[in-house]
Every structure is written in structure tokens, then in C-alpha cells.
């Protein structure tokens, strides 16, 4: 059986993704909304809950280095999207939550990017082609088989 060139699955991957966030951006854009990295750590915040996130917690979380959740934050911080708290224990140390503002608008930004997504998706798949398609990138996020490697 022939190893399938890792390219061939990437570069189409690679580009409908790119393909998909562009459509999401672009609707995002045209509401007056957001863009997506605002809505990630919004989500993030929101999912927190009450405890919030220390910013190493939401680095970790949205893969940007430390430089750019603190841009990021103090953006959403200046639009009165996140507070931040005095971390007990650490005099430094912050927790950000997110504010009724904060809430809101990922909600709104939520209403856009579903159905962008649902718009730059949906009409390309049978519902069976697309269960088919999650379980096939979902082996990406699982290592692979010890007689594959």
C-alpha cells in the first residue's frame, strides 16, 4: 500500500480553511463586527465563566505568543469587552472576565459567523459526505496508529 504524500491532503486543507475564515471575516466585516480574534477570546472568557483566565491560560488556549493576547486584551479591555482582576496569591498576577458587553457581542458575532460558515460549507456536502469529512480530519487530532508510524 502506497503512504499517501502529505501535501496532497495539506495544501487543500490548508486552503479551504483559509478559504472558509476569509468568508467568516468578510460577513464579520460587512455587520460591523469584530474580527475572529476578538471573537476567539471572547468565547474563551465566556467559557471561563465566573473563575476567567489568567493571560498564560489564554495563550495556551488561542496559540498566540504572550505579546499578542495582551494587545489583544487590552483592546477588549478598552472596548469594555473583558476586566481585570488582582490574582490572590500573585501580586502581579491578573484574571480577565468578560463583561455583559463582552457577552453580547460574541452573541452577535456568533448569529454572523454560523451562518457564514454555514453558507461557505453546507452547500458543498450531502449530510453523509460531511459526517464522513469530520471523521477523517478528527484522526488528524488523534495520534496516529503505532504500525502507521
Known sequence: MQTPDPFDIWLPLARAHKSILTSVETALKQAGLPGLDWYDLLWELECAGDTGLRPF?????????QYG????????????YLT????????????????????ETRAQMWAVYSDAMQQAVTPHFSPGEARRLAELLGKLLRPAPADKI
Open 69 to 80: 493576547v495582551s494587545r489583544l486584551a487590552d483592546r477588549l479591555a478598552k472596548a469594555g
Open 84 to 103: 481585570r482582576q488582582e490574582c490572590s496569591g500573585d501580586g502581579r498576577g491578573q484574571i480577565l472576565l468578560l463583561t455583559a458587553a463582552g457577552a
Open 57 to 65: 491560560e489564554l495563550q495556551e488556549k488561542l496559540l498566540l505568543p
